[in-house]
């Protein structure tokens, strides 16, 4: 059976390559939030989660409660695809409502994709998304650092003789 350009066309179009952080991702973006945390001798929750918004690690450096608030930051900063913070406005039946969302979340994405996110708590806000950033930052670098590229064949008919397969280890982020 030969397939059809069509057929390639609607198969790439229909399917996503997707990577998600590992335990050993996770590890690396912890150690870089605890870092910056304690470069500026802050005592903050940490929470590094996957795509879905469920937490890989959590370490509770501060109060009780900002591990609840760490938490919720990065669930919604995976989900939603965005930092927390931001301010919203949504039409309720009772009329108008107000969302302000606590800083501090920060999604990990590559190529427009959530990958998972980074959500702190317990020192200001603006320090916070300053220690979350910090560790995607670190995960950004650490994956762009760590790709190895394979030839295809189809892509060095259209002249792009390199595409990227995985990461070194293997370990750091699993392609799903």
């Not at 605890?34 to 989660?49: D, R």
């Not at 879905?52 to 509770?60: A, D, F, L, M, N």
């Amino acid at each position: 059976m030969v397939s059809s350009p069509d057929a390639s066309d609607q198969a790439n179009a229909a399917f996503s390559t997707t990577v998600q952080i590992t335990p050993a991702g996770a590890d690396i973006a912890m150690a870089s939030a605890e870092a910056e945390a304690s470069k500026n001798g802050l005592e903050c929750t940490i929470c590094v989660c996957d795509a879905g918004g469920v937490p890989i690690i959590v370490k509770r450096n501060a109060y009780a409660a900002s591990y609840e608030s760490a938490v919720k930051k990065a669930n919604l900063a995976a989900l939603f695809q965005k930092e927390t913070g931001s301010a919203s406005i949504e039409e309720t039946e009772s009329g108008l409502r107000l969302s302000v969302l606590k800083r501090g979340g920060v999604p990990f994405t590559l190529n427009g994709i959530c990958c998972g996110a980074v959500g702190v708590s317990g020192a200001e806000p603006e320090q916070d998304e300053r220690i979350a950033r910090v560790a995607v930052t670190a995960l950004q670098d650490m994956f762009w650092s760590h790709q190895v590229f394979s030839s295809n064949k189809d892509n060095a008919e259209e002249g792009n003789d390199k595409t990227p397969m995985s990461n070194r280890s293997g370990r750091l982020f699993r392609r799903k």
